[in-house]
């Protein structure tokens, strides 16, 4: 009646450590392993839910490279360091957007519906990939607002499009190193789900480092101070705007015209940057207080199943930005608006 593979998982876990009940090792080794005890409709439903953000996420980020790469760079405006540097900002966190639709929400799913990532090697790498996209988007951030808040001081410095791009470089790269580490603490624990069954569950592993790496270096490294640091730098940005914002330009100089219709796009632009960033500061920090609470209050009193509803619902939350990044470019780029209405027109018109 068993497989061999839950025969290989009976043999590694008679003595208990990796089980969430310990027992004796009679009852244990009668135990019938099962794959996610939810039922189908729930699997589905949950797929259902990261498949319609993982599509809108991707084709909505996809249109919006798309719009970049067909946007004139002749104009004064757009040879300018703001502009270039701008577009950089938003094909890095548009790009990383569209992986995370593309690998990162179909690697959920699969893991959902089959059982093919619960352990070993392919537990550690869909945790991985599931990791990085959040931490490189916030690490962009990170860049986005120090660039920001130094080209907006008093004695301002622009840093160049070639500089910025070597700084969202090495976020890319800083995030797709750094969290190797806790992913390698991942793997499949034995969860014992009453006297006959049990399953496996891909979790991270407590004692695989011999301190907790994730309490006391990721989630103050890559998580709790850039939050502190992006969220103080965006609060002076919007005083920044909001003084630049009320400024009148007077009268001088043949081209005041051009130098207000700059100083407007900046502010648009660096208000963008800011929407963008307190939309992602709010909802991934949220999603990160409701798992800790969840865990610390409510987790001992819900069964397994339940547990894992709530889990990949809750996990949906952090993934949302992909869309509404999406919608705050749709709402106040005019251009990414006017690029969209004629494209629409001249498919209609079968152009």
Known sequence: MKSDRETSWLASNVS?????????????????????????????????????????GFFGNCLLLYFLWKKPKGNPIQRSRFAQNFNLYVRSMSLSDILCCAVSLPLICIQILYDVFQSGWPCKLVRYVNLIFPVIT???????????????????????????????IFAWVFGLLFMLFPAAAYE??????????????????????????????????????????VTYINICLMKTVWVRGNRNVGNGPLNNAFKAKMRA?????????????????????AFL????????LAKKSRDFSTDLIFRYASGSIAYLNCVTDVIIYFVQMKDFREFLRKRLCRSGSGD
């Open 188 to 229: 499949g624990i034995r969860m014992d789900l009453n006297d006959t069954h049990f399953t496996v569950v891909c979790r991270n592993k407590t004692n695989f480092y011999p301190f907790k790496l994730i309490m006391l270096v990721v989630l103050p490294v890559q998580y709790v101070l850039p939050g502190i640091f």
């Open 16 to 56: 208990g450590n990796n089980s969430l009940h310990l027992h004796d090792s009679v009852p244990q080794l009668n135990r019938i392993y099962v794959f996610t005890p939810v039922d189908a409709t729930t699997k589905w439903a949950l797929c259902a839910h990261y498949s319609i953000i993982a599509c809108l």
């Open 289 to 296: 207080g409701y798992q800790i609470a969840y865990v610390l």
């Open 265 to 285: 796009v900046r502010i648009r632009g660096i208000s963008l940057l800011i929407t963008i960033t307190f939309t992602f500061i709010v909802s991934y920090f």
């Open 138 to 168: 916030v690490n962009n951030l990170v860049v986005i607002s120090l660039e920001k808040y130094l080209s907006t001081r008093a004695n301002p410095r622009t840093f160049s499009a070639g500089t910025v791009h070597k700084m969202i």
